[in-house]
């Protein structure tokens, strides 16, 4: 059953984090991501939101986790983490 990756956040040091959107798209292919939306300026209707959100779709809840763990995308990692602040959260799809 496919899963999807639901990343929302904000950019707190631009250029710390401006070789990530590359770094990071370079390690979906190999796990059979298919990106499926990214919001640069995103509209928030209810709560408290963050302006950037990135939508994955993977194989499986599995799969995210292999890609996310994976020596590849740890290398990149750090890129967002340290220059920006969100959440990101595993949806499963409907089957």
């Not at 509209?43 to 590849?72: N, Q, R």
Request: proline share 5%; charged share 20%.
């Amino acid at each position: 059953m496919s899963a999807y990756l639901v990343a929302t956040y904000r950019v707190t040091n631009p250029e710390g984090y401006g070789p990530y959107p590359d770094a990071a798209s370079e390690t979906l292919a190999s796990a059979g991501a298919e990106v499926i939306a990214i919001d640069m300026d995103t509209d928030v209707m209810e709560g408290e939101g963050y302006p950037i959100t990135v939508i994955l779709k993977f194989e499986s809840k599995d799969a995210i986790k292999a890609w996310y763990t994976s020596p590849e995308y740890q290398a990149v990692k750090g890129l967002r983490t340290d220059n920006t602040e969100g959440s990101i959260v595993l949806v499963e799809g409907l089957g």
